[in-house]
């Protein structure tokens, strides 16, 4: 008897297939019956050799009262043989116990079980069980001379054995010769053969026949608009089946075939979806704002009108480093990974650590070249002589050659002095201290005017941010005639004072450029000038990143909180002053020349850098 049993924790039977058997197992009373035990994994896998050598003893039994007192129905101890995923033994069903369970009934109820046993233990390690049929017998025991059964004639257990096993296979082209185990294309007959015995009569297998499948398209379902090619507006299709080949099929080939819709109605029209909203954040958590401002590095998305926004979204790589300015590029000098450098009025970043030797301009490896120096600007309106005329349009003048008696060298607009050694100076400037510098002289000639002077302030070396003051006094003098400048009148038309610093306050971090939690950032710009405690010599302002932040173009030097910051433009900043002829008692015919005091009433510890006040008449 073959008994299947399938399963990695619960062994059930099964047949020759691995599906689970719902009947019972039928064993016939009075038998010297051979068992053999086949054992598969759930997926069907047998048995390794290993996973069932692993017992060295076992016991098969079967019964139906489970009291442990008596004997078994049927009871095998002994005998058991392991090959691969079997296990073999004969079990005797001849015991009185097993007659006294059937009685003079054809069948009983009754459990086998099996119990697998490791070297040395006295509990199983695996154990099975499942259920029985005893069935008994119609002839005694031992009795009579059988005779052999009829041909053809199987018994009972005989033809369950056969639908159990599997069948095995050939095939041949004829059905008579060259019977072999695989399929070809030319083989149009098979055999089956079970248990090892008799080979089945010769059977057919399905005649192979050519087939053709053709599929057309059209605009509903009579065919309207045949096609071959699907389309969008071809919403109904057909297909026939044909055993001969069409070159290019016509309508007339799909007559009778069924035309199916298998494309759906264009929907109607969908609402528009919402106008998509963005919003920009510094931190990606608060002060969120529209629009984008400098320093805002986070922005969120809304689609359905601000009910709901997305996560922040990093629009500046989380991964990114600014650029620390490091002031003029020095061939001696080491630089780091974004360093920014100025050579030739233009601005490069490092794109190398220990970068040392490599000239900005030739050395693309490791300098990128992020602010190109600017064109030159256009040529300047030319000098005039003195004693022109002007009549009625604007006129400034040049800033260069004898008309500037600030400059020192050609074409450069400022000249440094120290006002404790003025004296030191009259020599170049053709006079001394607190008398006037004299300027060109001109001519009104026609209309009624107003003079307007323009002057630029330009501080060096961060002088003009400290609290002091630089004042300049401009004078226009009224002349009769040719004498010397000195004899006229002077007419005062003003003192123009430099702007005071900005003095915001604001967070600094010892080895940090940026300055954070600033009182307010209105009024800055950058280029401009600033000190404070904890803020290096010549610092200024790199960019403005927001209404709280800024960025200088040195690390501070300490933490502090709420530290002032002292803010002053170190950029030339241009002053105006318009006052009418007529004040000044000018009138058309008039000479008018300009004189600037330098006033030195108070003692500087720095140098001043003066330009050239600029004169233009006005007509009203």
């Not at 000098?383 to 604007?394: A, K, Q, R």
Request: hydrophobic letters at 35%; glycine letters at 8%; aromatic letters at 10%.
């Amino acid at each position: 008897m073959l008994i299947r049993l399938k399963g990695d924790e619960n062994l059930v039977p099964v047949d020759y297939r691995k599906a689970p058997i719902s009947k019972p197992i039928y064993v016939m009373y009075g038998f010297e019956l051979p068992i053999v035990l086949e054992f598969y994994h759930d997926n069907g896998n047998a048995f390794d050799e290993t996973e069932l050598s692993c017992y060295t003893s076992f016991q098969f039994g079967i019964d139906s009262d489970y009291d442990f007192s008596t004997d078994p129905a049927a009871l095998a101890n002994s005998g058991f043989e392991v090959s691969e995923n079997t296990l073999s033994f004969i079990l005797l069903t001849d015991s009185a116990k097993f007659k006294t369970l059937l009685g003079n009934e054809s069948t009983a109820n009754a459990v086998a079980e099996l119990k697998c046993y490791t070297s040395g233990s006295t509990k199983p390690k695996l154990s099975v069980s499942f259920d029985v049929k005893l069935r008994n017998a119609v002839l005694a025991d031992g009795t009579g001379e059988p005779s052999s059964n009829p041909e053809l004639y199987i018994t009972h257990s005989e033809a369950y054995a056969l639908v159990q096993e599997a069948p095995v296979r050939e095939f041949s082209v004829d059905g008579e010769t060259d019977w072999h185990e695989t399929q070809t294309d030319d083989d149009r007959y098979y055999r089956e053969q079970r248990n090892s015995g008799e080979w089945s009569d010769a059977i057919a297998l399905i005649e192979p026949t050519d087939a053709f499948v053709y599929v057309a398209y059209a605009s509903d379902d009579a065919g309207t608009d045949f096609s071959l090619t699907p389309s969008d507006t071809l919403k109904y299709r057909a297909e026939i089946h044909v055993t001969e080949a069409i070159e290019t099929p016509t309508i007339d080939d799909f007559t009778g075939a069924t035309w199916v819709k298998y494309l759906g109605d264009t929907g109607a029209q969908g609402e528009n979806a919402p106008e998509v909203q963005y919003q920009f954040s510094v931190d990606g958590e608060t002060d969120w704002h529209t629009p984008w401002a400098s320093g805002d590095f986070y922005q969120r998305i809304s689609v359905d009108d601000g009910v709901t926004w997305s996560d922040p979204i990093e629009f500046v790589g989380a991964n990114g480093t600014g650029v620390a300015p490091q002031g003029t590029y020095d061939s001696g000098t080491t630089y780091a990974l974004n360093e920014g450098v100025t050579y030739n009025s233009s601005y490069y970043r490092s794109l190398a650590e220990n970068n040392t030797g490599n000239q900005p301009d030739t050395s693309p490896a490791y300098w990128e070249l992020m602010i190109a120096k600017g064109d030159t600007g256009a040529q300047g309106i030319p000098g005039i002589n003195i004693l022109s005329s002007i009549t009625g349009e604007s006129f400034l003048y040049p800033k260069t050659g004898i008309i500037n008696p600030f400059s020192n060298a050609a074409n450069s607009p400022n000249i440094d002095f120290d006002v404790d050694n003025y004296a030191d100076t009259a020599a170049m400037l053709s006079t001394s201290a607190n008398e006037p510098l004299q300027l060109p002289k001109f001519k009104v000639s026609s209309g009624t005017a107003s003079l307007k002077k323009r002057f630029v302030y330009a501080p060096e070396s961060g002088y003009g941010w400290n609290g002091e003051t630089v004042v300049f006094k401009g004078e226009y003098k009224k002349m009769t005639d040719n004498a010397a400048w000195g004899s006229v009148t002077a007419f005062d038309i003003g003192t123009d004072t430099v702007p005071a610093a900005v003095t915001p306050t604001g967070d600094t971090t010892n080895g940090s450029a940026v300055v954070t939690n600033m009182s307010s950032t209105d009024g800055l710009f950058a280029g401009m000038a600033v000190s404070g405690t904890g803020i290096p010599a010549d610092s200024t302002i790199v960019s403005v990143d927001s209404a709280t932040q800024i960025t200088l173009n040195a690390n501070a030097t300490a933490d502090g909180s709420g530290v002032t910051l002292s803010c002053q433009s170190l950029n030339p900043q241009l002053y105006e002053a318009t006052i009418s002829l007529a004040t000044l008692g000018l009138a058309v015919g008039d000479i008018v020349q300009m004189v600037v005091f330098v006033d030195s009433s108070s003692t500087w510890a720095h140098d001043i850098a003066l330009e050239l006040c600029e004169i233009e008449v006005v007509t009203s």
